[in-house]
């Protein structure tokens, strides 16, 4: 089956700081990727995409690259501000279906 | 901007009293979808329209009917609300060769 699986949070870590989260995906087929972020009390966001192999999504500083090799989605962002502060969630989507694959979601504090 | 709105973004409803909670886009989407959230956990699927398709989760109880009078509105009605229906309730749309879903703010829905 399809599955997306997370690093497990919390992940807490001080203002500038280099982020990771990881995701890791089982597919069949040849699914496109994403990351939503969630504020508190909010919808989810998009926050990048990537569609094939070698694709690297970009957005407000945080930045995945799809690595079919590892079946690997990483978040990576070079300096984490407090306003980060969110769950994250790492997803899939098959090609020809219409469901998201959630991971379980990886919840951010970062402290000034 | 084009968007997905939820009203109400509160909602407190009675054991066993309906709810009606609406969804409306401005986006064109063809494909409305609706999830349930407990508690940062990953959005669960309980339902979409594609187009006037109308396409359950297997897991979906009962409880849980949706209609969509147009390409704008998508409903979501529970018969008779349990406590264990409190939850965070999602509404995402996705176009025709889009892979990513667009989500509304959610309604947050109390159950006393």
């Known amino acids: 089956g399809n599955s997306v699986t997370q690093m497990e949070g919390p992940v807490t870590l001080s203002e500038e700081a280099f982020l990771t989260i990881n995701c890791t995906y089982t597919?069949?087929?040849?699914?496109?990727l994403f990351w939503y972020v969630q504020y508190p009390g909010e919808g989810l966001q998009l926050l990048l995409k990537?569609?094939?192999?070698?694709d690297k999504g970009s957005n407000k500083g945080f930045e995945a690259t799809y690595r079919k090799e590892t079946t690997s989605f990483h978040l990576e962002k070079g300096s984490v501000q407090v306003s980060d502060s969110a769950v994250y969630f790492c997803?899939?989507?098959?090609?020809?279906?219409?469901?998201?694959?959630f991971g379980q979601g990886t919840r951010l504090t970062i402290n000034p | 901007d084009a968007m997905v709105i939820q009203n109400p973004r509160y909602q407190v409803t009675q054991f066993g009293k309906p709810v009606t909670l609406s969804c409306s886009q401005t986006?064109?989407?063809?494909?409305m979808y609706w999830y349930q959230q407990k508690s940062s956990q990953a959005p669960k699927l309980l339902f979409h329209?594609?187009?006037?398709?109308?396409?359950n989760e297997a897991d979906t109880p009962d409880n849980f009917q949706s209609r969509r009078p147009n390409t704008s509105f998508c409903f979501l009605d529970i018969r008779s609300p349990g406590l264990g229906d409190a939850a965070m309730y999602l509404c995402?749309?996705?176009?025709?060769?889009?892979?990513?879903?667009?989500f509304g703010p959610g309604t947050r829905l109390t159950v006393t």
């Open positions: 995402a749309t996705s176009g025709t060769g889009r892979y990513e879903q667009y």
């Open positions: 597919a069949t087929g040849y699914p496109s």
């Open positions: 990537a569609t094939k192999a070698d």
């Open positions: 997803a899939l989507r098959i090609q020809g279906a219409q469901k998201l694959v």
């Open positions: 986006l064109n989407h063809n494909v």
């Open positions: 329209y594609y187009d006037k398709d109308f396409n």
